[in-house]
């Protein structure tokens, strides 16, 4: 794995110890901001000229243009640490999949420091859809997690029993339902009202329960601190990552791409047409079961590039864009809905098609392929791939998320299809106007961006593109996108000591006070 901001280093790497330490060194290299400038970048052409449709398959292996932007999610202003008394203590269950929890998780930790509330280690809502009940501890480096926010906030594994009068208490936590994207302002009313009334409150569901555009850049940096740091995999996914990784790049470049075509998603798009009428069945029936009532029409939807791409348009996207039959791709996907006939059209364009299971045979993956740990593995590997592709990156957590690490790990190319654009490209297609199809798929490509720093638009989430919050420049004249100084996190950690030292010390005067007065 290479050092966040560096060129990319093919073969094999390291051992033992691995990713795990490569990882250590990286997120201590970005919190304090003294990564080198990125090098070999690639500027897409962006003015959509059709004379210049031309497309270097080289370049887009390469990391996209930084701008002389830098990932650092370090706190640039007065940062307080954490008070050893809070006002309580907060739990939350963080539901749906691995990047919904991942999402809830950052919000979960952003909550207790806006509230000054002790965090109970985060649950995760395994059963009821993944069937997994790995939880916390069975996917992330718990302790590790506890480390790395300890100058944000307290983080305990439970809570604690009060011990009073010879007696042991519980604390029973009260359970609210927050509202979906919650300001802070029901979080310094309404959640810490109840939380300061019964020592402890309990948010269930906790998914998207927290506003994601927050004017306040602190705050911000704090989710970057505990999606890109703190949130690290247990040390055997990380292994197992790094394994599928080299055997990968033994072979030189890799693309990953997130294949979103499977039956959910069919059915939330309402894309039913190119099925037979027992799939189209399957899908209306699973619509009507889990998504709100409303008529879609295929053609309008197809239209306005709402369809999940097909297989075989994602092989000849990557045709027209320059990439041969040589290229190895790495397939992140549940099981694909409408079986092997959609994929033999794509099979037949990119014969070097892999998944987890196919490079990395091992029991773990084999009992748990489409389980959490399967999804870790899946989402690590599209991390450190040369080349980034969601197929639909429409409400897809896992290829959202994807898009803003990578963007933080060093602006790594991604290839994001814009499928309103390329929607009548396709439909003239079928139809049988192929004249031109490649040399318009480029035009519209060309106009996409690959990954480097670019403002942030609603829809797009603060999760997918954390820019110019969670980034900074060494030299500018904007005070505000100035890198901090190196010896931040020696600052924080004496301020954190001096705190500490402070509180003992006051513990003992009180108690001297008490003494005395007996």
Not at 180 to 205: C, N, V
Request: with cysteine.
């Amino acid at each position: 794995m290479r050092r966040l901001g560096h060129p990319r280093q093919h073969g094999k790497q390291g051992g033992g110890g691995g990713l795990l330490a490569k990882l250590s060194i990286a997120a201590l290299f970005l919190l304090i901001c003294s990564l080198s400038l990125l090098s070999a970048p690639f500027t897409p052409n962006t003015n959509g000229s059709t004379a210049q449709s031309q497309m270097n398959v080289e370049d887009l292996w390469k990391s996209a243009n930084s701008g002389g932007w830098k990932p650092s999610s370090a706190p640039r202003s007065e940062w307080p640490s954490p008070p050893k008394e809070t006002n309580g203590y907060l739990r939350v269950r963080c539901n749906g999949g691995l990047n919904q929890q991942r999402s809830a998780i950052c919000n979960a930790v952003l909550a207790a420091r806006i509230m000054n509330a002790t965090l109970v280690l985060p649950e995760l809502d395994a059963n009821s859809f993944w069937h997994d009940d790995s939880g916390f501890h069975g996917l992330y480096d718990v302790e590790h997690f506890i480390q790395s926010l300890r100058f944000d906030v307290q983080i305990v594994e439970r809570i604690p029993e009060i011990h009073k009068n010879g007696k042991t208490k519980k604390i029973k936590a009260f359970q609210l339902r927050p509202p979906r994207d919650a300001p802070i302002s029901w979080y310094t009313t309404d959640a810490l009202k109840k939380m300061k009334e019964h020592g402890a409150i309990y948010l269930s569901p906790f998914s998207h329960r927290l506003a994601e555009e927050i004017d306040n850049p602190e705050y911000q940096r704090l989710r970057c601190r505990v999606n890109y740091h703190a949130l690290r995999f247990k040390p055997h996914i990380m292994k197992l990552s790094e394994s599928i990784v080299d055997k990968l790049r033994a072979q030189g470049h890799f693309m990953a791409i997130h294949l979103r075509f499977e039956m959910d998603m069919l059915s939330f798009a309402g894309c039913f047409d190119i099925f037979t009428p027992a799939e189209q069945k399957i899908l209306k029936k699973y619509r009507k079961e889990n998504f709100a009532d409303k008529t879609l029409i295929y053609k309008e939807r197809r239209a306005i590039g709402k369809c999940p791409l097909t297989p075989e348009e994602v092989g000849l996207i990557l045709r027209a864009m320059g990439f041969n039959n040589s290229t190895r791709i790495y397939l992140a996907a549940g099981e694909l809905f409408g079986g092997e006939r959609f994929m033999t059209p794509f099979r037949a364009l990119f014969p070097r098609l892999e998944n987890h299971s196919s490079v990395d045979a091992s029991e773990e993956l084999a009992t748990n392929s489409q389980g959490l740990i399967g999804s870790a593995v899946d989402y690590m590997v599209c991390l450190l791939a040369d080349i980034f592709m969601p197929t639909y990156d429409g409400p897809s957590n896992f290829a959202n998320n994807l898009l803003g690490h990578r963007l933080y790990y060093g602006f790594r190319t991604n290839i994001r299809p814009d499928r309103k654009g390329l929607a009548p490209v396709f439909i003239a297609r079928e139809n049988g106007r192929t004249a031109g199809f490649e040399e318009a798929v480029r035009h519209v490509m060309l106009k996409t961006n690959f990954g480097g720093p670019h403002k942030r638009i609603s829809p797009e989430s603060f999760y997918t593109n954390s820019w110019p919050e969670c980034f900074c420049q060494m030299e500018t004249q904007n005070p505000a996108h100035k890198c901090p100084s190196e010896n931040v996190m020696q600052n924080l950690h004496s301020q954190l000591v001096t705190e500490n030292i402070n509180r003992e010390q006051h513990n003992r005067s009180d108690s001297t006070v008490s003494l005395t007065e007996r």
